[in-house]
């Protein structure tokens, strides 16, 4: 019987669990439906009355267009021109006043007589000839005018280029020298010497690195109004004879004793060690060009052949060299499309009379030879001969 009573209130107990269970099943579903409803109601009402759905926004993409330099060639330079001659002016002709008529003869009978006052003539009045025949006409003399007529043939002035220069002081730059040749690393030094007396100047050059890229190079002429102008250029390669490349005046032309090539002198002209000095000069005489994105074209020849090498202000750049950290200006040219030459890259230091402190000379396969100036000598300028 006790066993009957417990099996009886155990059932009655666990009836009402399972309606409970049921009726929680039923509120949640209303619930998630009710949910669903109001947001479906939501987006309804956002569509009629024109409410904007967020957007994710979209990436901003920038385009730039980078143009091309106008071709290389040869530029026209034109000298420092020379300042005008003082022409004398001309002064107007002065043309004498006339004399004045005889007093009239005074009588003992008084004749009350009325003159006329004579007015003074000035250069630009007519003069009326006094001719007792009153049938010719009246002769008129005028006076010259200030005018200058410009000759047919007069020469017109050419276009072109013209850089203001003023070259630098003489000085010996010393450098460490670090090349890079497939793929090893050498170490070595380099010296230039810059030797001038406002007339006339010479550059004596070495760089080498343990017996590789060894260079020798030489280039003298004069300071004229073209700015460093060279007459000739010596180069001798490692294991190879030395070249001469000549600015001849007579004829003007340039000619080189390694090739048969040849080329018109006309002025501005350079040379593969002048160029670096010419740029100096360039710096320190006319500032204006040496601006960010400045553009120099100068027509350089090397010890075979010539071409225009165009050299671009790359900016103000802070570098390290021997003598610690330096401000500078970096200019860069890349040779032309075919062209065998190597890139170079000149460092320029403003506060040390912009003397180059830094030269790279990079090969088409990578190989360069590095400068960094590692001592600075000042010298004296040459006694100038004669």
Same mark, same amino acid.
């Given at each position: 019987?006790?066993?009957?009573?417990?099996?009886?209130?155990?059932?009655?107990?666990?009836?009402?669990?399972?309606?409970?269970?049921?009726?929680?099943?039923?509120?949640?579903?209303?619930?998630?439906?009710?949910?669903?409803?109001?947001?479906?109601?939501?987006?309804?009402?956002?569509?009629?009355?024109?409410?904007?759905?967020?957007?994710?926004?979209?990436?901003?993409?920038?385009?730039?267009?980078?143009?091309?330099?106008?071709?290389?060639?040869?530029?026209?330079?034109?000298?420092?021109?020379?300042?005008?001659?003082?022409?004398?002016?001309?002064?107007?002709?002065?043309?004498?006043?006339? $004399?004045?008529?005889?007093?009239?003869?005074?009588?003992?009978? #008084?004749?009350?007589? +009325? /003159?006329?006052?004579? !007015? &003074?003539? =000035?250069?630009?009045?007519?003069?009326?000839?006094?001719?007792?025949?009153?049938?010719?006409?009246?002769?008129?003399?005028?006076?010259?005018?200030?005018?200058?007529?410009?000759?047919?043939?007069?020469?017109?002035?050419?276009?072109?280029?013209?850089?203001?220069?003023?070259?630098?002081?003489?000085?010996?730059?010393?450098?460490?020298?670090?090349?890079?040749?497939?793929?090893?690393?050498?170490?070595?030094?380099?010296?230039?010497?810059?030797?001038?007396?406002?007339?006339?100047?010479?550059?004596?050059?070495?760089?080498?690195?343990?017996?590789?890229?060894?260079?020798?190079?030489?280039?003298?002429?004069?300071?004229?109004?073209?700015?460093?102008? $060279?007459?000739?250029?010596?180069?001798?390669?490692?294991?190879? #004879?030395?070249?001469? +490349? /000549?600015?001849?005046? !007579? &004829?003007? =032309?340039?000619?080189?004793?390694?090739?048969?090539?040849?080329?018109?002198?006309?002025?501005?002209?350079?040379?593969?060690?002048?160029?670096?000095?010419?740029?100096?000069?360039?710096?320190?005489?006319?500032?204006?060009?040496?601006?960010?994105?400045?553009?120099?074209?100068?027509?350089?020849?090397?010890?075979?052949?010539?071409?225009?090498?165009?050299?671009?202000?790359?900016?103000?750049?802070?570098?390290?060299?021997?003598?610690?950290?330096?401000?500078?200006?970096?200019?860069?040219?890349?040779?032309?499309?075919?062209?065998?030459?190597?890139?170079?890259?000149?460092?320029?230091?403003?506060?040390?009379?912009?003397?180059?402190?830094?030269?790279?000379?990079?090969?088409?396969?990578?190989?360069?030879?590095?400068?960094?100036?590692?001592?600075?000598?000042?010298?004296?300028? &040459?006694? =100038?001969?004669?």
């Amino acid at each position: 019987m006790t066993m009957v009573t417990s099996n009886a209130i155990r059932a009655a107990h666990a009836q009402p669990t399972k309606p409970k269970r049921a009726a929680s099943r039923r509120w949640l579903i209303l619930l998630a439906v009710s949910f669903l409803l109001h947001i479906l109601l939501i987006n309804w009402g956002s569509n009629k009355i024109g409410i904007p759905q967020p957007a994710s926004p979209q990436p901003t993409i920038v385009t730039a267009e980078l143009k091309p330099l106008p071709p290389v060639a040869k530029p026209v330079l034109i000298p420092k021109p020379n300042k005008p001659a003082l022409v004398a002016r001309k002064e107007p002709r002065k043309i004498a006043a006339p $004399p004045p008529p005889p007093e009239p003869e005074v009588l003992d009978t #008084p004749i009350r007589e +009325t /003159r006329t006052p004579i !007015t &003074p003539i =000035t250069p630009t009045d007519t003069v009326t000839s006094l001719d007792s025949d009153s049938d010719k006409p009246p002769q008129t003399t005028t006076s010259s005018t200030n005018t200058t007529a410009l000759p047919e043939n007069a020469p017109v002035a050419p276009t072109g280029v013209h850089y203001e220069t003023k070259p630098p002081p003489s000085v010996e730059l010393k450098y460490s020298v670090e090349a890079l040749k497939k793929g090893q690393t050498f170490h070595g030094s380099g010296k230039i010497t810059w030797q001038t007396d406002g007339h006339n100047y010479t550059i004596n050059g070495e760089a080498g690195a343990l017996f590789i890229s060894a260079l020798d190079f030489k280039s003298e002429g004069e300071i004229n109004d073209f700015g460093v102008s $060279p007459a000739l250029y010596t180069e001798k390669k490692f294991r190879k #004879p030395a070249t001469n +490349t /000549r600015f001849q005046r !007579t &004829p003007s =032309t340039i000619t080189f004793s390694a090739s048969a090539n040849s080329y018109p002198r006309t002025g501005g002209e350079q040379d593969r060690a002048s160029i670096v000095w010419q740029l100096a000069s360039i710096a320190r005489g006319d500032a204006g060009k040496i601006v960010p994105g400045g553009v120099i074209d100068l027509f350089v020849a090397g010890d075979k052949d010539a071409e225009t090498w165009r050299f671009q202000v790359v900016g103000q750049e802070q570098i390290t060299v021997g003598a610690g950290t330096v401000a500078t200006w970096h200019l860069a040219r890349k040779p032309q499309q075919g062209s065998y030459e190597k890139t170079l890259d000149i460092w320029f230091a403003p506060q040390q009379q912009w003397y180059p402190v830094k030269l790279r000379f990079t090969e088409s396969d990578g190989d360069y030879l590095d400068m960094s100036l590692s001592k600075l000598k000042q010298l004296d300028a &040459p006694a =100038t001969p004669g």
